[in-house]
């Protein structure tokens, strides 16, 4: 299989890349990793006119955390390289947690975070953890950034808000309040499948206490799941039996599952019901280890 | 040998090309391509180098897997343009003139192919695990593997042929 033909550039500053953006007035699309955009290409689900190659653009593969303890990931951060990033394990869990899990081992040597965040597919990973996490997107125009919270980037499958002139330069994990303590725990039939169900947890902690939480669900719904009254029933609370017990049947209920080849929706729900417990019961009993 | 600077054509004359030049097997090779060609088709079409096989072609089976810069890639998942002025090894780089590289030998001695089409893709994602840990387990053989489908073996004698190939790789390096 091979793509529609498409006039190719590789930009080597961001201002180039968004002057071409603005010259394809809508017709033009970002190349980053690639790992969804040319198999799409490649079935011709997708046939833009151009593609901007920001891969040699320098300087967008950082990630790191700035002294405030926000986390900033480049646009062309590969998932391995958060994978095997050390300070990530070391202070943002519920990232670490998903970085293994997103496609496969070969696959993350390429695809980027903020691309799989651009792409939308409600299949994916990091949208669940960045909404769990309250993170946001900045987007470069051609006149100049925003800022934009996840949970209102992605509007449907396979869109979201940009405009055709912007760029996705970075995603931004805001610093925690206390602790971050958090998990990703996903379900699949093998590795490089699409999520059965999968539960992004991430909780700021002080002590034994939610200060914040955010639960989201990936593969349960047309678009990315935000479990807002499962992590909102945690907040001020600790994490007990009862308290957790709680806030995964709120995160089931919020769960939108079809039927599907991976599983039928009550299935997929219970999943979710089990993922949440198993998530916050093992950070509490984390807690208590530490304390 | 061919020339350091073998030019080739995979495009119909009428269609607008980009010169790439590109290391390929530690050999500089240059080619006119369009930009809609995939990597795969470069290396196999191209170049002629059809040891890397495309099986899927969707990103999925990891056939087609090649080192990019030294990291593992699906060559089909990849644009031929975008490897302009990059370093690439496919299977072929593997042996030199006279010997099987260690890999090759361990695929051999612990018969980790049947029908073989997988098996360039898993040498090469083989090979990038042994560069970053020469000394895995099999659990971490299985897990940077994961990524590459055989549907003869059941992967068992594959992990064996890793296993043997990093013992060698070993024992030679100490």
């Known amino acids: ?291 | 040998m061919t020339s350091l600077y073998e030019e080739v054509s995979v495009t119909p004359v009428d269609v607008p090309v980009r010169r790439v030049t590109i290391t390929v097997n530690g050999e500089r090779r240059a080619a006119d391509v369009e930009p809609r060609l995939l990597l795969a088709h470069l290396l196999r079409q191209g170049f002629g180098l059809t040891g890397t096989h495309t099986g899927c072609d969707t990103t999925n089976c990891g056939a087609c897997t090649v080192l990019f810069d030294g990291r593992p890639v699906k060559s089909c998942t990849m644009l031929a343009v975008q490897a302009d002025g990059h370093d690439v090894q496919t299977v072929e780089g593997l042996a030199s003139a006279s010997e099987l590289h260690p890999i090759q030998e361990g695929f051999k001695e612990e018969h980790g192919l049947q029908c073989g089409y997988c098996t360039p893709g898993m040498m090469m994602a083989a090979k990038a695990l042994l560069e970053e840990n020469p000394d895995p387990s099999e659990d971490e053989i299985r897990w940077a593997l994961s990524g590459n489908l055989c549907r003869c073996t059941g992967y068992q004698n594959i992990v064996k042929a890793v296993l043997w190939a990093a013992d060698k790789l070993r024992a030679s390096a100490g």
Not at chain 1, 186 to 214: H, I, Q
Not at chain 1, 280 to 289: H, K, Q, T, V
């Open chain 1, 1 to 291: 299989m091979y793509p529609s033909r498409f006039n190719y550039e590789s930009p080597s500053t961001i201002e180039e890349a968004i002057a071409l953006l603005d010259a394809g007035r809508g017709e033009a699309k970002i190349l980053a990793g690639g790992q969804s955009l040319v198999p799409m290409l490649k079935l011709r689900f997708a046939a833009p006119e151009t593609l901007v190659d920001i891969n040699n653009i320098p300087g967008l593969g950082y990630h790191h955390f700035d002294d405030a303890g926000a986390l900033h990931i480049g646009a062309l951060c590969r998932h391995e390289d958060i994978e095997k990033s050390a300070v990530i394990a070391e202070r943002q869990p519920t990232i670490a947690a998903a970085a293994p899990l997103v496609a496969d081992p070969i696959v993350r040597t390429r695809g980027t975070f903020v691309g799989s965040v651009c792409h939308g597919d409600p299949q994916g990973d990091w949208a669940a953890c960045m909404i769990a996490l309250d993170g946001y997107v900045v987007a470069q125009g051609p006149n100049g950034r925003r800022e934009i919270p996840v949970k209102s980037f992605v509007t449907g499958p396979f869109q979201n808000v940009l405009a055709h002139n912007e760029i996705a330069v970075e995603a931004v994990v805001p610093a925690p309040r206390g602790e971050a303590r958090g998990a990703y725990l996903k379900l699949e039939r093998r590795v490089g499948d699409f999520a059965t169900a999968a539960v992004a947890v991430a909780l700021d902690m002080s002590g034994d206490v939610v200060l914040r939480a955010g639960i989201a669900l990936t593969g349960v719904g047309g678009t990315t799941v935000n479990a807002s009254e499962a992590a909102e029933s945690l907040t001020g609370s600790t994490l007990d039996a009862d308290s957790i017990a709680r806030a995964a049947e709120l995160a089931a209920a919020a769960a939108q599952p079809r039927s599907d080849h991976r599983g039928s929706a009550s299935y997929k729900r219970h999943i979710v019901n089990t993922f949440t417990a198993r998530a916050l019961s093992g950070i509490a009993s984390s807690s208590e280890r530490a304390a």
